[in-house]
């Protein structure tokens, strides 16, 4: 090994342990080692207590616990690092010096490193060998691999390794590695099906809450058009006072009427009111379903109005007071309030934006 020089800043000891750190970014000659590191197969790597002390403080703590042993005997120091494969030692040891790794030393030994990182508390290392695991997570050695991130304390790698076989569950399940966790694991198994369980629980109460906020924002939409329509009048709904023949539209109170912004909602809204004005049906308690949901949109469009004596919808002050009084005896008024608020809330979402679509609009036209 040639010689070489490295300059290092390492916090010294306050009693004289045996072993010298170096500080104040003194040159050290790495020839001079005075420690051994044992592998499995009783390959000796030798190596320098203040390098090792300052790249791991679990090995500053062996070092310092079994310094005097050695000195008492006068041994050379040695490590122990059993376990794993001795060049994957030799990479872990190259590592605490120059805080290099290359691609294939990370694919071949990636999951020893980590337990190595994990066990002498090289968090660099750990954090270098967990993103390139996770890189390499298969269906094949997914399972090894969590059982180890497990064991190492790395939440990351749980984390992926435990959406990979929530995603690709049927094939993990043929593995070796999920036959072997059943026989000898039952707990992570369980952690696992929980998981999964939970996640698709998550996805449907993802999905309800999408759906009933689409319903929130349609009924937000239904509100405006019902204002739309008769306010300023569409097609043939709602107050006006001129009539273009030709194209069978209104025109509200002499004005140009401006464009509907939700022309599907809007239409259906209008064959509704249509309806509702004819049907002999919609006075029954059991009569016509599609009236019904008709006052319901009005009971809504009351309950959300805030200028009952100017709005120009039909029954917004009057009758569906009386009907918000005799729904708070019979004990509706709390569902309907909480649907009220959540489509208030939606149409404030519209608005907001709406505003920031317009913004947009404005700066690029002004660039």
């Known amino acids: 090994m040639e010689p070489v020089l490295v300059a290092m800043a390492v916090t010294a000891t306050s009693e004289d342990d045996g072993f010298s750190l170096i500080t104040d970014k003194v040159s050290y000659n790495l020839t001079a080692s005075d420690v051994t590191i044992v592998t499995s197969s009783n390959r000796r790597i030798p190596a320098h207590s203040g390098i090792l002390a300052s790249a791991s403080p679990v090995l500053m703590n062996i070092m310092k616990k079994t310094v005097r042993r050695y000195q008492r005997y006068g041994a050379s120091r040695a490590i122990k690092i059993l376990g794993v494969p001795c060049d994957a030692v030799s990479v872990f040891i190259r590592f605490l010096y ?26 660099n290392l750990k954090q270098r060998c967990s ?11 997914v ?16 984390l992926k390794s435990m959406r990979l076989i929530q995603s690709q569950f049927k094939t993990v399940e043929q593995t070796e590695g999920w036959k072997f966790l059943q026989e000898h694991d039952p707990v992570l198994e369980l952690d696992i099906l929980q998981f999964i369980d939970d996640s698709e629980s998550r996805k449907k109460r993802r999905r309800r809450h999408k759906k009933e906020q689409n319903l929130y924002m349609q009924l937000s ?25 030709n194209k069978s539209t209104t025109v509200p109170f002499g004005g140009k009427s401006k464009p509907c912004k939700a022309v599907s909602t809007c239409y259906g809204l209008q064959l509704s009111i249509r309806h509702f004005a004819v049907c002999k049906k919609r006075s ?3 009569g016509c379903l599609r009236c019904k949901r008709m006052l319901q949109l009005l009971r809504l469009h009351s309950s959300i109005c805030d200028q009952p004596e100017s709005c ?26 909480l649907l009220v608020r959540r489509v208030v809330s939606a149409k404030l979402c519209l608005h907001c934006v709406s505003r920031q679509r317009r913004t947009n609009v404005m700066e690029k036209q002004n660039d």
């Not at 993103?131 to 050695?141: H, K, Q, S």
């Not at 002050?317 to 708070?328: A, G, I, L, N, Y």
């Open 221 to 245: 939409e239904a509100m405006e058009c019902i204002e739309h329509i008769c306010t300023q009048g569409c097609t043939l709904v709602g107050p006006t006072n001129i009539v273009d023949v």
């Open 143 to 158: 399972v090894d691999v969590l059982q180890l991130a497990r064991l190492c304390d790395a939440p990351d790698v749980c």
């Open 312 to 337: 120009r919808v039909p029954l917004c002050s009057r009758q569906f007071k009386k009907r918000v009084e005799h729904d708070k005896r019979m004990g509706e008024d709390t569902k309907w309030k």
């Open 284 to 286: 029954n308690e059991n």
């Open 131 to 141: 993103r390139g695991i996770v890189d390499g997570l298969t269906a094949e050695n």
């Open 98 to 123: 120059s805080f290099s790794l290359t691609e294939d030393e990370l694919e071949k030994y990636g999951i020893h490193l980590l337990a190595l990182s994990h066990v002498y508390m090289v968090a």
